[in-house]
């Protein structure tokens, strides 16, 4: 999956990451591709520093996260960069970097989304996922398909549904109309749900 890096000067930039890629690893990767030596750089997501034994499943880190990169000249500043950054997201101060032009909006459309985890029935590893709540389940179907192809899991060939809170979720149906809330998770089975009306 792709994710965003916002460094405090400069562009943004994108590095594709696997789920289980530790932080250590995206570094390795900025490194490579940017030349920001591994030292120099910390990552924040939604407010925390991300450590670098952890994974990005661990962290919650999602298709099109977008990642606060800290480039420090010296331990000073990269602390005091560090404290602002954080300051700035716990009080939700709108973020210049994250300005649209485009649409004339900030990026707090993406505050509505419903981070969840998808579950296969084989395995114990999680997908983490975001949501439109209002989107029908089937979206969330589609979106599984098109990672299947780039990412390390598998889905049923023979088809799959979702169950949630020990029901079958219907795909022509929001995830609001299921109840579903940030932080669920969503369990895949095998197989096709059929009956008559």
Avoid at 69 to 89: D, H
């Amino acid at each position: 999956m792709d994710v965003i890096l916002v460094p405090e000067k400069g562009d943004t930039f994108g590095i594709e990451v696997g789920y289980f890629d530790t932080v250590l690893e995206i570094k390795e990767k900025i490194e490579k591709y940017q030349g920001i030596p591994i030292p120099k750089q910390t990552l924040i997501f939604n407010g925390r520093i991300l450590q670098d034994d952890r994974d990005v499943e661990f962290c919650e880190i999602l298709q099109h996260s977008r990642i606060q990169l800290v480039v420090a000249n010296s331990e000073l500043s990269a602390q005091s960069q560090i404290g602002r950054l954080i300051m700035k997201q716990h009080n939700m101060i709108p973020d210049p970097s994250s300005h649209h032009p485009q649409s004339g909006t900030t990026s707090t459309k993406n505050s509505n989304k419903l981070k969840v985890m998808v579950k296969p029935k084989c395995g114990n590893s999680k997908i983490p996922m975001e949501v439109n709540p209002t989107d029908n389940v089937g979206e969330l179907k589609k979106e599984l398909e098109k990672l299947q192809q780039r990412m390390q899991f598998h889905l049923p060939p023979e088809g799959f549904f979702f169950i949630y809170d020990r029901d079958v979720m219907d795909e022509d149906r929001s995830f609001r109309w299921h109840g579903v809330a940030h932080g669920d998770t969503i369990e895949i089975f095998n197989g096709t749900i059929t009956g008559g009306s």
